[in-house]
């Protein structure tokens, strides 16, 4: 049997971005890469021509693996604002105990994150530059994604490998090389998101971890879907944040502010602009997913989406930040109400104290 490991790092570069602005940016930057292309998938599977996906702009990087060995890092750049990079190892391992233990282990997997975790820090610094970065966090919120890829099984069903290393497969995904037996309840969950094609094709796609079999090694339909799901959840989980760190201060400014008394410049109307603004920039981003997502019908690379945003949470997120966002409007709703009712009783004072001194005048 086959067996390759892509690993995958995913990063968020703050507000969405247009084709021209990937490529103006990417000009601007001494990259020492191939040449700049859109990505396109080719996908095997049955569906309709006019499906369309996302097309990122892709390149390739060389690094220095070791002194000896260089290693070719494939980056790819969302309209999202958002980066992926992989990595493709080749692991000397005969079976998936052995290859748990070297991922678990490895100091070229180490060395691999430390080259994304570099290179990120030289897109963001670039790509950033038009947004304020006060409030957007650099924290990656993900680690490593790795996609196990078994090719050459020797099994006309491929589902056997899983169904004959159902433990071991699950603690390969989850990432835990521990000698203690799971349950039958942990591993039904880990393996719940299965699907298949063909009898010579499987995958299994769990939120810390992939498996895709395929006696051919054909992945790279399989790979990209799992790619963009990942994407998603990143910007989700980003703009998460951003509200958190924007929330803070708004009513940190507000309790102050009202704590103070009247003041006709609101203090707090900036912060409300930017949430403002960001909550565009947060239509814009799901209107992008929304799109590419209404183009599946019943198709496999759909089902593939479905299960990867399934085990990702993709839903939910889009959900409770939509919701913090209309809680961010009544919060503001509330705190404009209470400034302009104390406008009221200062403004009704300055009339009577006019009235007052007229009268005597």
């Not at 994304?116 to 038009?130: A, E, H, R, V, W």
């Not at 703009?239 to 704590?259: G, H, M, P, R, T």
């Not at 209470?338 to 005048?361: A, D, G, P, Q, Y």
Request: charged share 30%.
């Amino acid at each position: 049997m086959e067996i390759s490991l892509n690993l995958f790092k995913f990063y968020d570069l703050v507000g969405p971005l247009t084709r021209s602005e990937i490529i103006e940016n990417l000009n601007k930057m001494d990259l020492k890469s191939a040449k700049l292309e859109r990505f396109q998938v080719d996908s095997k599977k049955g569906d309709p021509e006019y499906i369309h996906y996302p097309e990122p702009i892709s390149f390739i990087l060389e690094e220095n693996l070791n002194e000896k060995e260089k290693i070719e890092i494939i980056v790819k750049i969302y309209s999202y604002g958002a980066i992926s990079f992989k990595a493709n190892l080749k692991p000397d391992v005969e079976n998936i105990s052995e290859l748990n233990k070297f991922y678990q282990n490895s100091a070229d997997i180490k060395k691999i994150e430390e080259i994304f975790d570099k290179n990120y820090q030289l897109f963001y610094q670039q790509f950033s530059t038009k947004f304020e970065k006060k409030y957007y966090s650099k924290n990656n919120f993900t680690n490593l994604y790795p996609v196990y890829c078994f090719s050459d099984t020797d099994y006309d069903d491929v589902k056997e490998v899983v169904e004959n290393n159902r433990e071991k497969v699950a603690k390969l995904l989850v990432g835990v090389s521990s000698e203690g037996s799971y349950s039958k309840e942990q591993i039904e969950n880990v393996l719940k998101y299965n699907t298949r094609f063909y009898k010579e094709d499987y995958s299994v796609i769990h939120w810390n971890g992939s498996l895709a079999i395929s006696n051919e090694g054909n992945y790279i339909d399989l790979l990209y879907i799992i790619e963009l799901a990942n994407i998603q959840f990143v910007k989700l989980r980003s703009y998460d944040a951003y509200i958190d760190n924007y929330l803070s201060e708004y009513l940190d400014l507000s309790k102050n502010k009202l704590n103070k008394g009247i003041e006709f410049i609101n203090p707090v109307s900036k912060t409300i602009t930017n949430i403002t603004k960001m909550r565009v920039e947060f239509e814009q981003i799901t209107d992008i997913m929304d799109n590419f997502e209404k183009f599946f019908g019943k198709w496999y690379m759909a089902k593939i989406y479905y299960l990867a945003s399934s085990s990702f949470e993709i839903p939910r997120w889009k959900k409770l930040i939509k919701s913090r966002l209309e809680t961010v409007d009544d919060l503001y709703t509330m705190i404009n109400n209470e400034r302009n009712r104390k406008k009221m009783l200062f403004l009704n004072f300055l009339m009577l104290l006019l009235f007052v001194l007229w009268f005597f005048i």
